[in-house]
């Protein structure tokens, strides 16, 4: 893969590269619909195909919040059609890497010395790339280490980045601008946090040693004296990132090990922690045909609020949701349905909610659920696509849910999407929770 000599990191070279981008992605929306006018069976999708290719090409050389914003739509097979979520899922680990001045260039900056000064050994060319950073192999002390270093003016394009980005976002998802704005904010804040590899070491030392009890987890040990502000190293873990396993033909006892290990650690995370590693995209995991699955990169951290706690997970109670009054109250509490809304309005969400939760929460009120049931994943997606072609949703004054959810249904939605492509057999059970939070 080509290197980059060079980030744009002034705003407006950044919003040129968008500005040159939009120009092109119009003239693919001419290309096709002059195919259209000179054959009716021309589909849409060569168009997608273009676009995301287009806009893919941009955000990749761009790097941060740009990028990041494209690995997250990645992560929805529902929201997305098929050509972006598969172009975009490569910013996961295969964006195009910083060439070796610039690598020095942060070293000398930020510990004062080369990479070769303070390690036995260091590979040159990135051994893999993705949207805030990329990672180096090294050697030191006789132990093979994962050297990420963030890329040059990734901080300080956040917000820039996102007010560029946001019609691309809201365009590709079909959605109208109403209200988003807490949204972007959510957003804008964990992107910042992500940028900070100081808090992100704290961070993954911490979270390591809580869950070092969850049986086939597998945790890098973390050196702060050769981390910084835009360094961190680590242990390097053997092992595939999901495509390269599935490619391997692992056996299904082994893939039902790594589901478990996957599913206990969310749940111990939210339930226990309260706080969770929310960036589940398989560029964060490295599985090996034992069931065993390493963890890293917590950049990503979404602390879990009391109130919201409570309200969320009362959403599983079967009890609680047949009493109208309470359950308009939690919605209420969630935001999903709001003080200006209209009685009809009011039944209308309601009853599109309950169908969607009562959905997404079926593993949950099981001893054990297999996650390679395709038709319920069917059933998932053919709704989220109903939902999102309805009239009354996309016209909503008002956007439907608290901020807190973003986050949260992302990590649940990036957990049930591993766990369908591992078809694993798991013990979702409350009990096992209880269990690891007593070891």
């Known amino acids: 893969m080509k290197e980059q000599s060079n980030i744009p990191t002034g705003k407006v070279e950044r919003a040129s590269k968008f500005v040159a981008t939009g120009v092109k992605v119009g003239a693919n929306y001419l290309k096709h619909y002059t195919k259209k006018l000179i054959d009716p069976t021309t589909t849409r999708e060569e168009l997608h195909a273009d676009n995301a290719e287009d806009i893919y090409d941009t955000l990749s050389n761009l790097k941060g919040s740009a990028l990041k914003v494209a690995q997250m739509l990645s992560m929805d097979k529902g929201m997305l059609p098929k050509a972006y979520t598969e172009r975009f899922a490569m910013s996961q680990y295969s964006a195009p890497p910083l060439s070796g001045p610039l690598v020095v260039n942060t070293f000398m900056k930020t510990l004062g010395k080369g990479p070769l000064q303070l390690f036995d050994t260091f590979e040159m060319q990135a051994a893999n790339a993705a949207s805030i950073g990329q990672v180096h192999r090294a050697t030191k002390w006789g132990k093979d280490l994962a050297v990420k270093i963030q890329y040059p003016g990734v901080a300080n394009s956040v917000k820039s980045d996102l007010r560029i980005v946001k019609p691309f976002a809201i365009r ?67 092992g595939f990132h999901l495509k390269e396993f599935l490619e391997r033909d692992p056996s299904q006892e082994a893939k039902d090990s790594i589901g478990q290990a996957l599913w206990d650690f969310y749940q111990y995370q939210v339930h226990v922690l309260r706080r969770v590693h929310a960036d589940p995209h398989p560029g964060n995991f490295l599985m090996r045909e034992d069931g065993t699955v390493g963890v890293f990169d917590f950049g990503c951290i979404k602390e879990i609020p009391e109130d919201f706690y409570v309200n969320y997970f009362l959403l599983t109670n079967e009890d609680v949701l047949k009493d109208e009054k309470r359950r308009r109250e939690i919605y209420t509490n969630l935001e999903m349905i709001h003080p200006s809304d209209t009685e009809k309005e009011i039944v209308f969400f309601s009853e599109l909610f309950q169908r969607m939760i009562d959905m997404l929460t079926e593993p949950f009120k099981r001893e054990t659920f297999d996650f390679g049931d395709e038709a319920y994943f069917a059933r998932i997606y053919a709704y989220m696509d109903y939902l999102y072609n309805l009239k009354e949703v996309r016209e909503s004054k008002v956007a439907r849910g608290s901020r807190h959810s973003l986050y949260v249904n992302r990590t649940y939605f990036g957990l049930y999407s591993i766990l369908s492509d591992l078809k694993a057999k798991v013990i979702t059970s409350e009990d096992r929770i209880r269990a690891l939070n007593n070891k």
């Open 172 to 238: 590709i998802v079909g959605m109208n601008e109403v209200d988003m704005d807490k949204y972007f904010d959510e957003i804008e804040g964990k992107l910042l946090e992500e940028t900070d590899y100081k808090l992100e070491l704290r961070r993954s030392m911490e979270v390591s040693s809580e869950c070092a009890n969850i049986p086939n987890l597998v945790f890098p040990q973390y050196y702060p004296e050769l981390s910084s502000d835009r360094i961190i190293t680590m242990d390097w873990l053997k």
